[in-house]
């Protein structure tokens, strides 16, 4: 009667493994999110122009935040650390590009030593309020400044989207600030594979 | 294929919740002592996993997390936290309120009796503003907490970095193509 069971109970392991390798490599390509996204530019670390045009070939992560923001930032900043180191060698076709949506506080060099402090991929943008509300609204990203009852103390409320960019430029997929490492780092490696639509 | 794939998903939900389960049953038993003596426990009130997030050395604020709980006979409050480590401490909810992850100042943190807080990330913390010094990982700072019943307890809180997140959240953005 045991005997009956134990052949099955051998065999389920081994069964879910091959499952496992099927799932993986059926997995599904990342759509082409037409409406999300596009060309811009910022200013990059010392002040020089950078554009997204100038990441072509390679694979681009876009966020928003600010240094003064001690939760959900640096929350996103340690998950994209341990996404670099997940993804290893990989990392040299892969960028970060972290934008500040408070340019007045946020100064290029401030952004700068802050953001890299998480890896030496990840690149602060910076810019005019004006030209970075117009990329925020282009990515469907949106930012508010909250006062406080203080007048020298403020925040900015902000949407927590990351944005995955693939080698062309084109916007593949939006994640939440809390998504897990192990999903991006999926998702970025299809990209760098040539997951690209044409 | 859609069927397998279905299957496949669920059965590694289950898979994975199995391990979840048996990793923290493990982690409670091997680790028990530690968190005994990291706890904090005066009186009615109890502190456990109390850390603050280690920052970069030029950024201007960070944030303490920890557990709170209450084993007295009286609903309490958290109403106010104080360290050395930052010249302005708040208590702060960080929500999701219109699409925006918005931070807003709260006057207390309740604490109800036989239940207990959650300070975590992307939720109640204490907000530490205008750094004093470097947050180094590994080492100690002293949190003075004050509330509205219960006698004020001065806990030690651990810097470190914190873990990267898992994805409570669920899905992203709605695909539109």
Redesign the interface.
Known sequence: MIRRFILPALLLPVL?FF??Q??LA?EEEL??????GGEFTLNGPNGKKLSLSDFKGKVVLLTFGY??????C??IL??L???LAELGPDTENFRVLFTTVDPE?DTPE?LS??VS??GKEIIGLHGTMAEIKKVAKMY?S???K?L?EDPE?Y?V??????YLIDDQGRTR?????????N?LARDVRQLLRGGTKK | MNNINQFEKSLSKAILMIVALLGLLLTAVTTGNTFASEDTHMGEIHVMDAWVRAVPGNAPATAAFMTIGNMGKMDDALVKAETSLGKRVELHLSQMKNGMMEMNQVAEIALPKGGHAELKPGGYHVMIMGLTGPTKPGTEVEIKLTFRHAPPVTIKAVIKEGKPMEGKMGGGMQHNH
């Open positions: 879910i499952l496992r099927t799932a059926s759509p082409l999110m037409t409406k999300i240094t003064h923001c001690p939760d959900i640096p929350t340690v998950s650390k341990s996404l506080r401030l030593r802050y402090h998480f469907k949106a930012f508010m909250r406080t103390v925040f409320a902000h949407t927590d989207f990351i997929a939006v994640y939440h600030h809390d998504e897990n490492v999903v």
